[in-house]
């Protein structure tokens, strides 16, 4: 614990005057210079927080009335909160009572786009939603290359590495790489033989002990001619060979060739893979080597399920019936690599001819059907995005039925993507419904009579056997759709069981998932949560919609993803009728929980920088904002991995009084660095930490924290990992619980 973590008398709450308030910048910029973050928000504190009849603590200057600086959040004369609309989507407009004045305050929570890399955008009153300034990941060194990377809401400095090696440049690092041009030069490769390049870094050419590659030419190819698993490298090749497909980073580039014997007789299929551990890998069967215009076929790479990449091609009906063939396989990869090869000799087998909905082959229910999807075509549009072409199959029905079509891979090389389409098939508004699953369940409830088509794609070459089911036919349920969809219960957790439900709702959340629909009725503009907790193993989706769920655009917000709970905010919904939908890939139980509460302006938190000034959030919680840039480092926190000084990051401190005991969920969706949520029981401030109470916000998915606390007094540290720190959004639900 810091020297700042004391105890001090408690409740305690400092709030300073607005004049203090006013003078914030200033004082800030005189002490700290021009080093000092710059306020994100670019909004001062606003009128002292006790003399806001919300208690939001407003935001702009101070009231022309009592001297200050003009308060560019007044509007005009006003009885009731109706009266109050300014048109502007990102301002909460009430009507201040005590002054008989609209007061439009600005939402900055309301104007997030979910991009890390542009800033936290911000709302400007009279102008709405205005851009943030990009993230600034510039460490001021030449030899780092400093990207914003999205996916991880986070900023990297990378050691400059030009050629993309994996060794850092030698003018940055000692014995670093003495090419940083060249992708094949550097001192982790081997020196290669009688090529005139220090390829190892070690300032000798070509000297003793320099490795030669094996297999790089027509001349001395890696020979197989057995069916079986045979492994070739590609360490010191070169890049010699051309072909249709190839690995995506051409300047590292390097190729290795075998020669696939085939003995005398009836023609054969010959199926080959070739898996990595990594490594970008991709082949190409040919007629003959060096001539690129003989190729046959070839195949580039995918990610296995299970770790590594693998390509993989079908030669069909090859050989001689006289004499022996052998077919060249060009071998290519971006690094100086193993590769197995699996090599196979099959009875041969004619192209597909189900490519087309036109050709569709007619199957049987209950019967499996086998697809093998290593050179199909993409002919259909399926919503759930194959990697592979897809194969057709068609069949029909005589009265109405439930369907089910199940699907699974037989090699697990790839996971199976279905689309059960109507009779027009083709176009990809024919598609009823798809999924994307290791296994795969389409379901529909009573499919009238007619004719129905199946594509079966997957997410990499692979062979995928699928059945078609049906069953008596019955009805969707009432929450199936959201027209008969019932009621939730605001800030009540419902369970969802999905079992044998259908993909009703087909908004682009999460394609292919099945669904729920439940009706949120608003009687005043409300902020709204959704938090939705998925079963292991599965991926889900929540979002909330305009009634009608008719196409993409009636989709307000969602969120998608494997991990629980899936949670998504959004500020100052206008009172109305509305859809939340929970959604499951697999078909589990899930949990819903829409929290709702009359929309409020949000309450700056300026100072709250220690024991002495903690700022009390009401019982009845409220949306929060700030910046912990200006803060002071001054309490620890048990989930803080990311090293750093005593202290950790700078921090703020909200503290919490509860009488009773309540569920308390807290999110810092929206916040613009890598946040960490450390709830502390009192009542001496800092108080202790609360068993698994301590949250990180890694990338998108920023700290959350879903509670049941006794009564007493808390502390919520709000902090950063390591010595991140930045402006944060905190909403606060306090129910029943």
């Not at 009265?399 to 199940?406: C, E, F, I, R």
């Not at 307000?556 to 509305?578: F, H, T, W």
């Not at 068993?691 to 540290?717: E, R």
Request: hydrophobic fraction near 35%; charged fraction near 20%; aromatic fraction near 4%.
């Amino acid at each position: 614990m810091t020297s700042a973590e004391t105890k001090a008398p408690w409740p305690r709450l400092l709030r300073p005057p607005r004049w203090i308030v006013a003078l914030l910048p200033a004082v800030l910029a005189s002490a700290c210079g021009p080093s000092t973050a710059p306020n994100p928000f670019a909004i001062d504190a606003g009128p002292d927080a006790t003399d806001d009849p919300d208690g939001g603590g407003g935001t702009g200057g101070g009231n022309p009335d009592d001297g200050g600086p003009p308060d560019d959040t007044l509007g005009g004369p006003c009885n009731d909160d109706a009266q109050c609309d300014d048109a502007i989507a990102c301002t909460v407009d009430t009507c201040d009572t005590s002054i008989a004045r609209c007061r439009h305050s600005p939402d900055d929570a309301a104007c997030q786009n979910g991009t890390y890399c542009d800033g936290v955008e911000r709302c400007g009153p009279k102008l709405g939603c205005l851009p943030g300034a990009p993230v600034a990941c510039s460490d001021g060194l030449v030899c780092t290359i400093d990207t914003c990377v999205e996916s991880t809401g986070a900023c990297t400095h990378v050691l400059r590495d030009a050629d993309g090696d994996g060794t850092p440049d030698g003018h940055c690092i000692a014995n670093g790489d003495c090419d940083d041009d060249d992708p094949k030069v550097s001192p982790a490769l081997p020196e290669v033989c009688a090529n005139g390049t220090d390829d190892d870094c070690d300032g000798a050419v070509d000297e003793a002990g320099c490795a030669s590659p094996e297999h790089d030419a027509c001349g001395d190819p890696l020979v197989i001619d057995a069916p079986g698993a045979v492994a070739i490298d590609t360490t010191a090749a070169a890049a010699n060979f051309a072909a249709s497909c190839n690995v995506d980073n051409q300047p590292a580039a390097r190729d290795v060739v075998a020669a696939i014997v085939l003995p005398a007789g009836p023609p054969l299929d010959v199926e080959i893979t070739a898996r990595t551990s990594g490594a970008d890998v991709a082949i190409a069967l040919l007629g003959q080597c060096g001539d690129p215009s003989t190729e046959i076929t070839c195949g580039k790479s995918f990610f296995h399920p299970q770790g590594g990449r693998f390509a993989k091609i079908r030669g069909r009906g090859l050989g001689d019936p006289a004499k022996t063939t052998a077919l060249p396989l060009y071998v290519f990869a971006d690094a100086d690599t193993p590769i197995v090869l699996d090599v196979a000799f099959l009875p041969p087998e004619p192209i597909p001819t189900n490519e087309t909905c036109g050709t569709a082959e007619p199957i049987s229910f209950g019967v499996p059907f086998v697809s093998t999807l290593i050179d199909a075509a993409t002919d259909v549009g399926i919503a759930c995005t194959p990697l592979t072409g897809e194969l057709l199959y068609s069949f029909d029905l005589a009265a109405p039925a439930n369907v089910h079509v199940y699907a699974s891979s037989v090699d697990g090389d790839g996971f199976p993507v279905v689309s059960l389409r109507d009779a027009a098939c083709a176009l990809p508004e024919d598609e009823i419904t798809c999924q994307s699953a290791s296994i795969v369940d389409v379901f529909r409830h009573a499919l009238p009579a007619g004719t129905y088509h199946v594509a079966v794609g997957a997410t990499a070459p692979t062979i995928v056997s699928t059945t078609v089911v049906i069953e008596p036919p019955t009805e969707p349920l009432p929450d199936e759709t959201c027209a008969t969809a019932p009621a939730i219960t605001p800030n009540v957790t419902r369970d969802v069981d999905l079992l044998d439900r259908q993909d009703d709702v087909q908004l682009g959340c999460l394609p292919g998932a099945v669904d729920a629909a439940y009706a949120l009725s608003l009687p005043v503009a409300s902020d709204v949560l959704l938090v939705q907790r998925i079963s292991q193993g599965d991926s889900g989706a929540v979002s909330l919609a305009l009634p009608a769920c008719a196409d993409p655009s009636d989709e307000l917000i969602c969120d998608a993803g494997s991990q629980s709970p899936l949670r998504i905010g959004k500020r100052n919904v206008p009172a109305g009728e509305y859809r939340v939908i929970a959604e499951s890939l697999l078909g589990q139980p899930v949990q819903v929980t829409a929290f709702v509460r009359k929309t409020a302006p949000p309450l700056i938190v300026p100072f709250a920088d220690a024991c002495a000034d903690v700022l009390m959030i009401p019982e009845t919680g409220g949306f929060f904002q700030g910046n912990t840039a200006n803060a002071t480092a001054s309490f620890n926190a048990g989930c803080d991995q990311g090293g750093g000084p005593e202290g950790g990051a700078r921090d703020q401190l909200l503290g919490l009084s509860l009488s009773d005991k309540k569920r308390v969920v807290l999110d810092m969706g929206g916040s613009g660095y890598t946040t960490l949520l450390d709830v502390r029981k009192g009542p001496d401030c800092p108080g202790v930490e609360v068993p698994k109470a301590c949250a990180v916000g890694y990338g998108q998915n920023k700290s959350f924290l879903d509670l049941t606390l006794d009564p007493g007094i808390y502390f919520l540290q709000i902090d950063g990992l390591g010595q991140d720190s930045g402006p944060w959004f905190l909403d606060v639900r306090i129910i029943d619980p």
